[in-house]
């Protein structure tokens, strides 16, 4: 069969496939992310029917889709509340990597991989992913919830934490010397400071030079913009995530409207084209000798991220319930993850079995976690029975006649006033 043929029976089938299990996800009140992994899964390397034809393009496409995912998140909020997030939320990131990369490091370090192994597992339990977390939020229609903000304050210093981590991880599995990383590291920093700088100082003339009453020149304009800074951006070693992020960040008013209104078709496509892909590059024979070790590690940073999103949204005076769905929220680990795996890999083969199957649990816990954190805890709060009061003791009664002889006496005090 021509190559073209088997390419487009692929897609057509995969893109049609997409669109029942949405459905059906919608039916039953679900995310559809769980449900596109476990398909990709099945259909992919190992699984029931290989899809090989469509290999290449699914690759970009993911790419595409978690470009579009940031870029949309960023077309959300303004450059002033990005920094004002950054300088209020910054105690959380802080909060976040030791009760996030701990265990990732410390798990490493048990199972005798060595200092550059530590490193490597611990930004992969660090991380959330910033691509599954915006198709959650919008798929739960929590973008405008009070919440949201933390949320985005956290993802958004783990996006810029990269731009420092992944410098120095390549340059620790190079083995390369100090001058060499720092170089890297300052590369990576400068571009991050110029792009954010462009958002806040020049974002008005960006948006102007973007903005067309056509609507198709429009959309070629932002997404050719952002799909160039994605790019330069992952050059510098920033995350193309990051400069997607970004672009969205600098574009406002009505150019951030009508670029949302139709950018937002585009990214349900890819984003969905990105959560098949990653169960499609994944191998179900890989997954079953490190289940155990992988499971457990899910838990505790799944317990870890939701007392992340508390503390979070306890410092922005959040209310109860607000911060566990903050905490649920950010439980999803993904695109990010399997970049760090997919570096350490060569120096250490084993860290890429158990990241995977650690990453494919979370990524599928992440939307429940995010759906039913706040219900379940609420519910089982609720159940609680209050306690059942006993008979008074002689140290209530006296400390009832005492309230009740003060009282009396303040209201005759009262009356010989007036």
């Keep these: 069969m021509h190559d073209t043929t088997a390419l487009l029976i692929e897609l057509g089938a995969v893109i049609l496939a997409l669109g029942i299990i949405g459905r059906l996800a919608g039916r039953i009140g679900l995310s559809p992310i769980p449900l596109y992994l476990l398909a990709g899964l099945a259909f992919g390397h190992g699984g029931l029917i290989p899809l ?32 004002s997030s950054l300088k209020t939320q910054y105690p959380s990131g802080i909060v976040d990597f030791l009760l996030n990369a701990v265990p990732g490091a410390v798990a490493a370090l048990v199972l005798g991989w060595g200092a550059v192994g530590a490193v490597a597992l611990a930004g992969v339990t660090w991380i959330s992913s910033s691509g599954v977390i915006a198709k959650v939020m919008t798929d739960l229609g929590r973008l405008g919830n009070r919440e949201t903000p933390v949320i985005l304050g956290v993802l958004v210093m783990e996006d810029l934490a990269m731009a420092v981590y992944l410098p120095l991880l390549t340059a620790m599995l190079a083995g390369v010397g100090l001058a060499g990383g720092s170089v890297t590291l300052l590369i990576s920093l400068g571009t991050v400071g110029l792009v954010l700088y462009a958002a806040l100082r020049h974002g008005r003339l960006i948006s102007r030079a973007v903005s067309s009453d056509n609507p198709e020149m429009l959309l070629l304009v932002v997404l050719g913009l952002t799909v160039l800074v994605a790019g330069l951006a992952q050059q510098l070693q920033v995350s193309a995530a990051v400069g997607a992020f970004l672009v969205g960040i600098a574009l406002s008013g009505e150019v951030a409207e009508g670029a949302h209104k139709l950018l937002a078709p585009l990214r349900d496509l890819f984003a969905a084209v990105f959560f098949v892909f990653f169960g499609l590059s994944t191998d179900p024979a890989d997954i079953p000798p490190v289940l155990l070790p992988a499971l457990l590690l899910a838990v505790v940073t799944t317990l870890t991220k939701i007392g992340t999103g508390w503390y979070a949204a306890r410092r922005a005076g959040i209310g109860r319930r607000g911060r566990l769905r903050a905490g649920g929220t950010l439980v999803a680990r993904g695109e990010f993850s399997i970049v760090i795996a997919g570096l350490a890999v060569a120096t250490e083969p084993r860290i890429g079995p158990i990241a995977t199957a650690y990453v494919l649990i979370l990524v599928i816990i992440g939307p429940l976690a995010a759906r039913w954190t706040e219900p379940l805890v609420t519910r089982a709060q609720g159940r609680r029975k209050p306690p059942v009061a006993g008979p008074p003791t002689l140290e209530d009664m006296i400390a009832a006649e005492s309230a009740e002889s003060a009282k009396s006496a303040g209201q005759a005090q009262q009356t010989s006033r007036s």
């Design 52 to 83: 090989d034809a469509s290999e290449d393009f699914t690759a970009v496409g993911a790419e595409i889709g978690v470009i579009l995912l940031l870029l949309l998140l960023g077309l959300e909020y303004s450059a002033s509340e990005l920094v």
